[in-house]
């Protein structure tokens, strides 16, 4: 395309990524750059909003919601959004039957670890988590290490909100939202306010020019749309990527393959809101829930080596008390995979359209965003395609590969061995990078760049596992500081709980009342 023309940027697809592509480029561009989005039936429901209920991580309000000038209170009401501090692991080290309660560990302390948003602090050049190893491995403590090391584990035990009530905030948050409203919320932002064009209907086929680049494509009432540029966010169809292009898709070692998912009633005055997602540990597989105000997505995921459909809907079921005939249960099948490349030409594939990963694996819209920020930095003409082509596609294989590292270390490094799928996925095969991590941890090395969030795992699932960086015996001083950090954690800690409302108490606070005009379609320009 050239930069002196007008460039027509098509998306394809309905989905929750198609609607955040064309706000975020539409605000990003604004009249120099012409957005439609052709709606395409949903043939399944994309990864991210399985369950129906989606995760949005604390950058997402940065990344999209300030670029379309849109307060946080006012997309979180239309969208019956909650808080989320982090994501809390059950069971991920005891075996025994699928239960949502945590099982005590040896010592009678259940078994859960909390992996918050808040960055783990910093001490005298060291992370505090190494001299909580330190700590650890000479019985000055036995507190785990999320419990040591920051102060949101209470704060999820007792639902308490990240903010005051006079909006403050406390603690990092991301957010739970009803993943069709927050498309449907998407889509008239990008419509009304930026003027984003709709069609809808399926492509079939795609006009090409003599280099193999996408001119425009033809859906099956004969609708032609033209392009310059064609984003696939049509989820795991992945009609232009696959389809129309032929793009090949790589498999790998499926650590999952099916989906099952439900809507949960809920009634958060009576039993208040998790402040968080869960990640449950079952037999077969794990199970997620997440809430909203008045209802909780659930789901599981397993694989189907081990476990059939009708075992893993009765079990869905059974954990939330639902009947099996009655509950609109969903299940989706997921072979691993992904494409060999996501930019091929002039079409980018976004999302799941990419790459069908293990959920552990997915790191949802925020993964998206982080793409749409390259291809803004990075927005191509037709006579320089191949190097930002080039250097998109890097990005996301290394992307992919620190997203596959942590799921597969979660399953690698739970203890469970006591079903055929615990003892496989215990055995399965390490990438060079995460090999590296787990030699550097055995051998008491400071984490590397990137491995914090690995290390992390690494010490709630063995936490007597590795022994402390050697220097820390020389640095008196530093382990004074470190004794002082971990009292004023415990000390913030007890007073979050006494500050804070419930997370019942904020939510029902904000969304009861009355919601502000809204602002006018072009209105001013969205905050950076």
């Known amino acids: 395309m050239d930069s002196l023309d007008t460039a027509e940027i098509v998306v394809v697809g309905g989905t929750l990524t198609a609607w955040a592509a064309a706000a975020r480029l539409a605000a990003a561009f604004g009249p120099a750059v012409g957005v439609t989005v052709l709606e395409t039936p949903r043939h399944t429901p994309a990864a991210d909003a399985t369950g129906r209920v989606v995760a949005l991580d604390p950058q997402v309000q940065r990344d999209l919601f300030d670029r379309l000038g849109v307060p946080e209170e006012?997309?979180?009401?239309?969208?019956?959004?909650?808080?989320?501090?982090?994501?809390?692991?059950?069971?991920?080290?005891?075996?025994?039957?699928?239960?949502?309660?945590?099982?005590?560990?040896?010592?009678?302390?259940?078994?859960r670890f909390d992996r918050p948003f808040a960055t783990l602090p910093e001490c005298e050049e060291f992370p505090l988590s190494e001299f909580w190893r330190l700590r650890r491995r000479t019985g000055e403590t036995v507190e785990p290490l999320d419990r040591a090391c920051f102060r949101e584990p209470p704060l999820l035990d007792a639902r308490r909100s990240p903010r005051w009530l006079d909006g403050r905030i406390a603690v990092p948050y991301g957010w739970h939202a009803d993943a069709e409203l927050l498309t449907r919320f998407l889509r008239r932002t990008a419509v009304q306010r930026f003027g984003v064009r709709t069609a809808r209907g399926v492509p079939l086929d795609a006009d090409r020019d003599g280099d193999?680049?996408?001119?425009?494509?033809?859906?099956?009432?004969?609708?032609?749309?033209?392009?310059?540029?064609?984003?696939?966010?049509?989820?795991?169809?992945?009609?232009?990527?696959?389809?129309?292009?032929?793009?090949?898709?790589?498999?790998?070692?499926?650590?999952?393959?099916?989906?099952v998912t439900v809507s949960v009633p809920y009634d958060s005055a009576?039993?208040?809101?998790?402040?968080?997602?869960?990640?449950?540990?079952?037999?077969?597989?794990?199970?997620?829930?997440?809430?909203?105000?008045?209802?909780?997505?659930?789901?599981?995921?397993?694989?189907?080596?081990?476990?059939?459909?009708?075992?893993?809907?009765?079990?869905?079921?059974?954990?939330?008390?639902?009947?099996?005939?009655?509950?609109?249960?969903?299940?989706?099948?997921?072979?691993?995979?992904?494409?060999?490349?996501?930019?091929?030409?002039?079409?980018?594939?976004?999302g799941s359209a990419a790459r069908s990963a293990d959920p552990l694996a997915d790191d949802g819209l925020v993964g998206v965003l982080r793409q749409l920020a390259r291809l803004v930095r990075d927005f191509p003409d037709r006579r320089h395609l191949s190097a930002p082509a080039d250097r998109f596609n890097r990005a996301a294989a290394a992307d992919a590969a620190a997203a596959d590292d942590l799921a597969r270390l979660l399953y690698r490094a739970a203890p469970r061995a006591d079903t055929p799928f615990?003892?496989?996925?215990?055995?399965?095969?390490?990438?060079?990078?995460?090999?590296?991590?787990?030699?550097?941890?055995?051998?008491?090395?400071?984490?590397?760049?990137?491995?914090?969030?690995?290390?992390?795992?690494?010490?709630?699932?063995?936490?007597r596992g590795g022994p402390p960086p050697a220097a820390l015996a020389h640095r008196t001083a530093a382990?004074?500081?470190?004794?002082?950090?971990?009292?004023?954690?415990?000390?913030?800690?007890?007073?979050?709980?006494?500050?804070?409302?419930?997370?019942?108490?904020?939510?029902?606070?904000?969304?009861?009342?009355?919601?502000?005009?809204p602002a006018l379609a072009g209105a001013g320009p969205a905050r950076t």
């Open 74 to 111: 006012t997309w979180m009401r239309a969208c019956s959004a909650s808080f989320t501090l982090g994501v809390r692991y059950v069971n991920w080290r005891t075996g025994g039957a699928a239960q949502l309660a945590p099982r005590p560990l040896i010592g009678h302390a259940p078994d």
């Open 212 to 259: 193999g680049m996408l001119t425009a494509l033809r859906t099956a009432d004969g609708t032609r749309l033209a392009g310059d540029l064609f984003l696939d966010c049509t989820g795991p169809a992945s009609l232009l990527l696959s389809g129309v292009l032929r793009e090949p898709f790589t498999g790998g070692h499926p650590l999952t393959d099916r989906t």
């Open 270 to 350: 009576v039993a208040g809101i998790e402040p968080n997602g869960t990640a449950t540990a079952l037999p077969f597989g794990w199970a997620w829930h997440r809430p909203l105000p008045d209802r909780i997505g659930a789901g599981l995921v397993c694989a189907s080596a081990w476990t059939d459909e009708e075992r893993a809907v009765r079990t869905l079921c059974a954990l939330w008390g639902l009947r099996p005939g009655v509950a609109d249960v969903r299940v989706q099948h997921r072979p691993g995979g992904a494409a060999r490349r996501a930019w091929v030409h002039n079409c980018v594939a976004l």
């Open 422 to 463: 615990w003892r496989t996925h215990g055995e399965l095969p390490l990438s060079d990078a995460l090999s590296a991590c787990l030699e550097g941890h055995r051998a008491g090395l400071t984490p590397e760049p990137g491995e914090l969030p690995l290390r992390m795992v690494l010490a709630a699932l063995d936490p």
């Open 479 to 517: 382990r004074r500081a470190a004794d002082a950090h971990f009292t004023r954690i415990r000390r913030q800690q007890r007073i979050l709980l006494e500050t804070l409302p419930s997370a019942h108490t904020y939510l029902h606070r904000l969304h009861t009342r009355r919601s502000p005009a």
